[in-house]
């Protein structure tokens, strides 16, 4: 079997006809909508070893960029529900696009099936050290100092990067003009060129930038601090009570999964991100073990795509 450059198997094919999954006849594949080197990315490659070993399966990583993450999810909605193709989704493509205005006609919850959530991701504002900013505070008071106000990189429009910003400047009256870029990493880039003085990203892609003190953390969007961080303080916590936009990665198959295999991925994967060698992999990518089953992730995805609905709106109308 030909490798190409956006995939990478785990596992032998030897070993397929000795599989514990019920249905998957052949070597199984994880979509990763994002590109190599991305927080998705990484996980995938963390859980498919995993998987590949307890399982006793080949597992195949398949990278398949577009859409905000939308499209991977598509070719998983897509697939025949043997268990042979699963995909990871993030927040935006599975709780925030569709409530886009013009996004493709794809409903995540109608047209796959949950697994299990995998990862919290830290979302962190983070600023240029020569931009003197070094609190929400800070960065209120400096966007309002002159008409144009401050402007800001995100991961792309309606990406949960962009949406936590939006509402801190519904919260605090900020000046604050978007500036969407493919990705964290060329937001970050620019960001430590100078060419920017603040970016939302997430944490596993300035981790290193923080600590070297290259880049100055704001806060993080979520509610909480992150036990991986936590001397990064919360938006919320900086006077702004009630902050909450968080990130999350999760692994879902076709909706007409059965339940056999659905509950097979998710015990394997519930050992995985349990595993101590796991653990420290997702730590050093900046992500927090976040476990959920197949049916209370189902649910935490209809509660977070009730609470992104207003917030997408919110944008739209700015």
């Not at 990583?61 to 995909?87: E, F």
Request: net charge neutral.
């Amino acid at each position: 079997m030909l490798i190409s450059r956006r995939t990478i198997i785990f596992g032998t094919l030897a070993v397929s006809t000795s599989r514990a999954l019920a249905n998957a006849s052949g070597p199984v594949t994880i979509i990763v909508p994002f590109a190599p080197g991305a927080s998705s990315d990484g996980i995938a490659r963390t859980v498919g070893t995993y998987l590949s070993d307890s399982l006793k399966m080949t597992i195949v990583v398949d990278n398949r960029v577009g859409g905000g993450g939308a499209l991977g999810l598509m070719a998983v909605s897509r697939a025949s529900a043997d268990g042979n193709t699963i995909g990871i989704g993030a927040t935006g493509a599975v709780v925030v696009n569709p409530h886009v205005a013009g996004a493709p006609a794809f409903d995540p919850i109608k047209q796959l099936a949950p697994i299990a959530k995998l990862v919290d991701i830290p979302l962190v504002l983070v600023a240029s050290p020569s931009s003197g900013l070094r609190s929400i505070s800070d960065v209120v008071a400096k966007s309002k100092e002159t008409a144009q106000g401050l402007s800001f990189g995100s991961t792309g429009v309606n990406s949960s990067q962009h949406l936590s910003i939006e509402v801190l400047k519904q919260m605090t009256g900020a000046k604050l003009e978007h500036v969407p870029y493919r990705g964290s990493a060329p937001a970050t880039t620019d960001v430590l060129g100078g060419q920017l003085p603040l970016a939302c990203v997430d944490l596993t892609s300035v981790a290193e930038q923080i600590k070297a003190g290259n880049l100055v953390p704001i806060g993080v969007t979520a509610a909480k601090r992150f036990s991986i961080a936590p001397e990064i303080p919360t938006i919320a916590e900086q006077g702004l009570k009630g902050f909450d936009v968080p990130a999350w990665l999760g692994m879902f198959g076709p909706s007409a999964l059965p339940a056999e295999v659905i509950d097979q991925f998710s015990g394997a994967l519930s050992k995985a991100m349990s595993d101590t060698d796991v653990s420290a992999r997702v730590e050093r990518l900046a992500c927090q073990s976040a476990f959920l089953g197949a049916k209370e992730f189902a649910l935490f995805i209809r509660e977070q795509s009730d609470k992104m609905k207003p917030l997408v709106k919110l944008v739209e109308k700015t």
